[in-house]
C-alpha cells in the first residue's frame, strides 16, 4: 500500500497514548503551543465552547488523590483503570481537563426553530465533536513536540466530582489529558487494517 508521508502524518502515526511520565517541569512556551494547537480545532458554528484547566503542582496531586481514594468505591475492572489514570495524574507536570461550556447548545436552540429536545440533543453532539477535535489537536501538537499525553476517558465515571474539584459544576465532562516528557520510549499498538474499516459505496 502506497501511503504519502510528511511531517504532519508523521505526527499522526507517532502519537500513541503516554501514561508514565519524567519529572521534569514542562515548559511554559510549550504548554501554552498545545493548548492554542487545541483552541484551533474545528467547531460547530464557531462556537468554541470548550474551556481548557491546566492542573500543575498542588492542584494536579490532590486531583490524582482524590481519583485514588474514588478508586475504593468501584468494582474491578474500573477501580484498577481509575487507579492507573491517578498515577498517570500524578507523575505528569501538567494535567489539562477539557469541559464543554454549553454555548453551542444554547446558541443553536435558540437559533433552529426546532423541537427543543431535539435541538438540545443535535447542538450537544456537536459540542461534544467539537471539543473532541480539540483534544486530537491537543494530542498531535504534544507528540509534535516531543511530549506525551494520554486522554483519561476512564474518568467519565467520576465526572461530576471531577468537575467540582475544577469549579466548573455547571460545565460537561470531555476529557483529562496528562502531559509531560514521556518516561521512556514506548510503542503504540497496531492498528487494524485499511481494509478492514473501509467500505467505498
Do not use: C
Not at 82 to 96: K, V
Not at 131 to 137: F, G, Q
Amino acid at each position: 500500500m502506497n501511503l504519502l508521508r510528511n511531517a504532519t502524518l508523521d505526527t499522526i502515526h507517532a502519537r500513541h497514548s503516554i501514561r508514565q511520565f519524567s519529572p521534569e517541569p514542562l515548559p511554559e512556551d510549550m504548554l501554552t503551543t498545545i493548548l492554542d494547537a487545541a483552541n484551533q480545532a474545528p467547531s460547530a458554528h464557531n462556537r468554541q465552547s470548550w474551556k481548557f484547566v491546566v492542573l500543575e503542582g498542588d492542584a494536579r496531586t490532590e486531583l490524582a488523590e482524590r481519583v485514588s481514594a474514588i478508586s475504593k468505591t468501584f468494582e474491578k475492572p474500573a477501580s484498577s483503570l481509575l487507579r492507573m489514570a491517578a498515577r498517570s495524574i500524578a507523575s505528569a507536570p501538567a494535567t489539562i481537563a477539557v469541559v464543554n461550556t454549553g454555548d453551542l447548545i444554547s446558541h443553536g436552540t435558540e437559533l433552529f426553530e426546532v423541537d427543543r429536545d431535539q435541538a438540545f440533543d443535535f447542538f450537544r453532539t456537536m459540542e461534544i465533536q467539537s471539543s473532541a477535535a480539540a483534544v486530537e489537536n491537543l494530542l498531535l501538537a504534544a507528540t509534535s513536540l516531543g511530549l506525551g499525553a494520554v486522554w483519561l476517558g476512564i474518568l467519565y465515571l467520576v465526572k461530576d466530582r471531577v468537575l467540582e474539584f475544577l469549579q466548573e459544576p455547571g460545565g460537561e465532562f470531555m476529557a483529562v489529558v496528562p502531559v509531560g516528557k514521556p518516561l521512556r520510549p514506548t510503542q503504540g499498538p497496531n492498528k487494524k487494517p485499511l481494509e478492514n474499516v473501509v467500505k467505498k459505496i
